[in-house]
């Protein structure tokens, strides 16, 4: 029925980088649009910077009194306490991207997610076949679990192919780190095929490091998220870009009005909603290209 | 700097009942002086009589209270230090106050540097420096780093600095407590020169003799308050100590029997000190005062520190005929062996802590209850302490950086005698200590040496030694050159020893 | 070296003011109470309060080993990297299942954290008194191996206690109360009460204070300057283990990011508790004050719905300072 | 009496120790030099060492002004927010349209991220010296401060530079070279030339060391202590400005991640190249030293083949200590 008095607690990382931004993007997108929507809604976005500072915006919200909670864990792992309070208060929960090790009805009622380990996957899978020998250099992000599924996933991708895996270095999901880790890579590897950075924001600093080289071995470089700029390069078509692995921000924005549908459309929400890494080409870009976004 | 007039003309300066309450503690009462040109003026009186203070206060660093300050007959309020120094009065403090990591040129031109523009010019500043050191008498390198130097150095140092600034009135503030008698000279040959050019000196010391000889008129402070004003030619040093204490100090050194010899305490053979003692050797006797004379930079100083484990060292050292090496105070400590830093302030007390804390420091172990310290015994130590060395204070409840010099000196005696030392070591007992204090300190040393410990005093002030010492050992260039015992502990011949110059008659060891 | 010297020229710091510098903190929090209560009446519900405070026991703790290493004169940049390398060595002792008992194994793992984090301060005690490093530098270092080893152990993810019985049994002590006070705000203030008798009423604290004031005094005092101010490091460590042995039950994992940025608050505590950086003045309950201020501070942010998120960590900042300038014109009075 | 009246048979220790400290960091990153070679020789290529000096631009210009600020008795945090901040307004203003031709634009902009730098740095000597609250705190103030303005300016995501020609024209300043020496380079050693002749030959360099060696006795001789102060902290906006001027065109963009932990590692540059801390002492070339060894450290960690790339913290910050641990050495003998 429209006019119910329901508050809905968004729980997201603070935007430290581009993805995480395009994150706070649509989530304070989709509020507006919501509570324009129904009457009654009231949605409270916060972002927080790491695990522990999450844990206490979760307290915070329901101290506040909410009565569903969309949550991007930072670290799945280590806010499971925190989110599990949430439900076990009877609050709806809505789990979006990140996934604890156990990750089922006991602690939320909607999953909503990117697929980290389809990400490396796919990238994994396209290097092995267009370039099936190729020298991969990596740039990794941080040291959290959803890069190492990643890292997993992209194994997976290449396994039985021939291609190569050169290195893998962090890049912190950093511009400034991953001019500086490819540059160094460019020093000590005469001949790099191909690198996997994973993250379109450390792209454009892989880039940069490769021009300045003038470095031609080097035939393309896979990134990841779908940020505006990389979806043009493939658009365009970039030969340094030709792909890019889908890992759309836009996720929290699904999983709000999933949960907001679950108070005032009368549909019972739940179960799991994950969305593909899709592969993004010169082909099927344009659909995937919003200007507007800050990432 | 204005040219010689007579003492008839308007006074230099001119304050009129000064008085200086700090909190509830009234320090200064109604002080009235007038500095004429050409005269000097001594201030002198008992630690923690107010000297310094007004003297802040004469040069900007205090407000007063009460009253008011003329200059040229013209009242005047400085608003802080560098004021009064445009009105040409400058302060040579009692503590050292200089920027430790600058160099001694650097210091002496700070806030008024030589220079094109914006440049600085460190050639010409070096040799103003290194000339302005040598007036003094003294040799220390214009390029050398302040906190590499000794004390005395400092001093000599911050006195070039303050001679430097255009100057109508100069006031120094014990200048002569941590100088040799060589430098003591040098700085008097100084303070009458500049009082042939028309300036006017305030002066301070507990040296009553050096008082007799340099200054024109002495004021007399006790308890804050201006006891009396005379024309030196009136007193004699007997007659400034009475005004100062308020009775006689009719003999300022104890008798003592000379010591009989008995069992060695403390042996020392082959012993280094890198860098500034080499191969001294000597021994102490249960019962025994050994002074140890020099020059500064002598190396008296290295040599203890490095005895009681405060620099690295090496040598053979028996106590009680027994090796010891230590590598700690902590160890010399417990075995029994204290040494009194020549360098109160920034080696004896913590300025920021109150009196209790800084007495019981070293020997906390004895405050013990349980796992607590027992902060009332720590308390009735301190009056005891405050009975016993007869510490000056308005309220315990201070800091003891803002004791009077004196009464700091006072302070660390007493926090290493709570200890209960065997062997004491003492570096500048007196230094900044006056008459009547003096007095009291000397007989406590030889009460200590009547107990059965043994006492070693290394000290500047010659006079000291021979009053108080059994033997003398003097040193020269980081080794021990000579010991001077019974008639021949005279002035003449620790000198020679010190300096190396055979100056006549007797030749020493 | 004679460099200190005192200002004569303001009157004496009588036990007057000391008490008006001792109560700032106490002072800016109360009026930060003030402010929260117009930002979210919630704000003040007993609920939110005790929340916040529990929450703030990490830091609050941390700070307390901190207070003593600052004042000792030191600095200990690794106690962020060292509470995440603390808990990832104690959850993977637990998961190890060498004792069957699991009360047996919380009891060991418990211990295990404490001889752990006594031995990272042992470290850091060594490397900047033995090693005569800046502890800057020295802990600057000491926090990038904590943090690389935590790396390595997890391999890049996290590590979670797997055992679901030594979970439960040990959740209690984050989430549990005693007669309705939180668990780990009785331990906040258990460790504040330990670490004030220490530093204020026995001969090592004393020693600290007087090596953090001079060096050189306490040198000529007979005070091992080295062995003060290496116990305050290990202090540090005991401290950081006892925060972690709350932290651990609350997520149960740990991951290479645990900790991050901790040992900036925990001196921020320390300092907007009154305690000076450069050493010989140490303030325990101020910390435990500074400690629940930063939590507050960060807490009302959350509350409040008129600040755009991004723009929180400025707020954060600028009420910092302005807490701080109200301490300073308190204390000035 | 005549001349020797002090004892000159033992010169007190003089130039000989500052040359030795001053020489420690050079020695050091020779060492890291050797180890380099050894762990792959494509370390000793001009193209790596050119590489690797020309990234170091950022942190040794903005470490130079740490430098001052430092000598001067303070700390600044602040400086990697603001970075981001002053990047951040100076990309924001050259898109902006404002002047249509490029050249004249681009010259705008780099007077505007000079004035930036320079008011930054003002407001951070004001709170410190005029507020009297600690550098330490008052500098976390703002560096949240800057930090949080930068990710509302860019609202969480990214700011880049949109003209193209005007991109075309900036590239060079990170890019370019003159008769082969980068740009970034040239920038380096033309900053810290002009930094050491103020610090060692202007009065204001003099007056900053005494302000840093003893606040009292430079107040004594009638030095203003807090305009050095403050000035010194402008010093350190405008070197902040300088590398903002050859960050900007290496990437064309800035993030709320620009900058991030800067200020930890222009400190340590700072420090490792022989700077105490605790004041009254500045060494310019040093510093820039310091901060070469910090760069190289990563790049060898990088280069090498041995090393997990979970452990890289802690073998840095392993190598770290090693550095200091020979300084030290060789600078007791
Ligand atoms: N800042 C201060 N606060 C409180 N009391 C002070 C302060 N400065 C000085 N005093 C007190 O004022 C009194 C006079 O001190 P002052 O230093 O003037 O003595 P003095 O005559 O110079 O002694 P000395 O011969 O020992 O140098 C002492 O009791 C001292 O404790
Ligand atoms: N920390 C130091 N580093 C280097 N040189 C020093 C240091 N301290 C003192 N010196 C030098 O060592 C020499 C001896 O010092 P000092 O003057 O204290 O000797 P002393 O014999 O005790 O003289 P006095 O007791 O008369 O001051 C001096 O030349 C001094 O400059
Ligand atoms: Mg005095
Ligand atoms: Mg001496």
Known sequence: QEGKKVTIGVSIPAADHGWTAGVVYH???????????????????????????????????????????????TDPD?????????????????????????????????????NNPALGEVAGKYIAETTPEAEVVIIRGLPIPIDQQRQDGFDKGIEGSKVKVLDRQYGNWSRDDAFRVMQDYLTKYPKIDVVWCQDDD??????????????????????????????????????????????????????MQLTAGSFYDQVPVSGEYILDATLVTKDNAESFYFPDSPF | MIAASNSSAVPLLDARGLSKTFGIVEVLKDISLTVRPGEVHAIIGENGAGKSTLMKILA??????????????????????????????????????????????????LGRELGKGLTVDDRTMNEGAAKAIRDLGADIDPNAIVSRLSIAQRQLVQIARVLLVPHRVVIFDEPTASLTPHETEALLKVITDIRAKGVGVLYISHRLP????????????????????????????????????????????????????????????????????????????????????????????????????????????????????????????????????????????????????NLTLASLGKFIRGLQIDRKREGEALDKAIRDFDIRTGTKEILAGQLSGGNQQKLLLAKMMLLDPQVVIIDEPTRGIDIGNKEQIYKFI??????????????????????????????????????????????????????GVNAGSGEAA | MNAAVTDTSKAPKTSKDWDMAAIAPFVALALLLVLGYFANPNFVSLANLTNVITRSAFIAIIALGATYVISSGGLDLSVGSMVAFVASLMIMFMNSGAIADPMMMLVAGMLV?????????????????????????????????????????????????????????????????????????????????????????????????????????????????????????????????????????????????????????????????????????????????????????????????????????????????????????????
Not at chain 2, 232 to 246: F, H, K, W
Not at chain 2, 459 to 483: A, F, H, K, Q
Not at chain 3, 287 to 295: H, M, R
């Open chain 2, 60 to 109: 900007g660093n205090h407000q007063p209270t009460r009253g008011e300050l003329l200059i040229d007959g013209q009242p005047m309020s400085f608003s802080g230090p560098v004021d009064a120094e445009k009105h040409g009065i400058v302060l040579v403090h009692q503590e050292i106050l200089l920027a430790p990591d600058l160099t001694v040129a650097q210091n002496i031109y």
């Open chain 2, 210 to 357: 050096e008082v007799k000889e340099i200054a024109d008129r002495v004021t007399v402070l006790r308890d804050g308050r201006l006891v009396a004003s005379h024309e030196t030619t009136e007193l004699e040093p007997a007659d400034m100590a009475r005004l100062m204490v308020g009775r006689d100090v009719a003999k300022l050194y104890p008798d003592r029997h000379a010591a009989e010899a008995r069992e060695t305490v403390l042996e020392v053979e082959g012993f280094d000190v890198p860098g500034y003692a080499r191969d001294a050797a000597f021994a102490l006797r249960k019962g025994e005062i050994l002074g140890f004379a020099g020059l500064i930079g002598a190396g008296r100083t290295e040599l203890m520190e490095g005895l009681v484990g405060l620099r690295t060292a090496k040598g053979n050292v028996r106590f009680n005929g027994r090796p010891v090496h230590f590598t700690d105070v902590h160890s010399s400590l417990k075995a029994g062996v204290a040494y009194l830093s020549e360098d109160r302030k920034g080696k004896g007390l913590l300025l920021t802590k109150d009196l209790r804390v």
């Open chain 1, 78 to 114: 280590q806010l499971v306490s925190a989110i599990q309070q949430v439900k076990d208060d009877g609050k709806f929960v809505a789990l979006v991207d990140r996934a604890p090790s156990v990750n089922d009805n006991t602690i939320r009622n909607l999953y909503v997610a990117g």
């Open chain 3, 113 to 333: 954290a404490l001889a752990l984090g006594a031995a990272c301060g042992l470290a850091n005690g060594l490397i900047t008194t033995v090693g005569k490093i800046e502890p800057f530098i020295a802990t600057l270092g000491t926090m990038g191996i904590y943090r690389g080893l935590t790396t390595w152990l997890s391999q890049g993810g996290s590590i979670t206690l797997r055992d679901r019985e030594l979970q439960q049994l040990y959740r209690p002590v984050y989430f549990g109360d005693v007669f309705g006070v939180p668990i780990p705000i009785i331990v906040i203030f258990v460790t504040a009460a330990l670490a004030a008798f220490v530093l204020y009423r026995t001969r090592y604290g004393r020693h600290l204070i007087a090596v953090g004031s001079n060096e050189e005094v306490a040198r000529y005092s007979g005070i091992s300057v080295q062995r003060v101010r290496t116990i305050a490091y290990v202090v540090q460590g005991l401290c950081v283990a006892v925060a972690v042995l709350i932290y651990v039950p609350r997520l149960g994992s740990t991951s290479a990011t645990t900790g991050i940025l901790w040992e900036l608050q925990a001196i921020t505590a320390v300092v907007v508790g009154g305690t000076a950086l450069r050493g010989g003045v140490g303030r325990i309950w101020g910390t435990v004050c500074g400690a629940f201020i930063l939590e507050i501070v960060g807490n009302i942010m959350l509350l409040s719905n008129f600040v755009s998120e991004y723009l929180i960590g400025a707020i954060q900042g600028a009420i910092i300072i302005i807490a701080m300038l109200v301490q300073r014109t308190l204390m000035r009075k």
């Open chain 1, 27 to 73: 989530a304070e997108r989709v509020a507006k649009l919501l509570m324009a929507e129904h009457k009654g809604l009231n949605v409270i976005v916060k972002t927080s910077a790491d695990p522990a500072s999450q844990a206490n915006a979760v307290q915070d919200l329901a101290v506040q009194g909410i009565d569903a909670l969309v949550i991007l864990p």
């Open chain 2, 446 to 499: 030889a009460s200590l040496a009547a107990e059965g410990r043994s006492i070693i005093v290394v000290s500047s002030e010659m006079p000291e030694l021979i009053g108080i010492c059994d033997r003398i050992l003097v040193m020269r260039g980081g080794r021990i050159v000579g010991e001077v015992q019974g008639e021949h502990m005279t002035e003449n011949e620790i000198v020679q020893l010190a300096t």
């Open chain 1, 202 to 255: 450390m792209a454009v600093g892989v880039l940069e490091a490769i021009e300045q080289a003038k470095r031609t071995d080097i035939q393309y470089v896979v990134a990841g998220a779908g940020s505006k700029d990389m979806i043009k390069r493939v658009m365009d078509g970039d030969k340094m870009i030709p792909v890019d692995v889908l890992y759309p921000p836009a996720m929290v924005a699904t999983a």
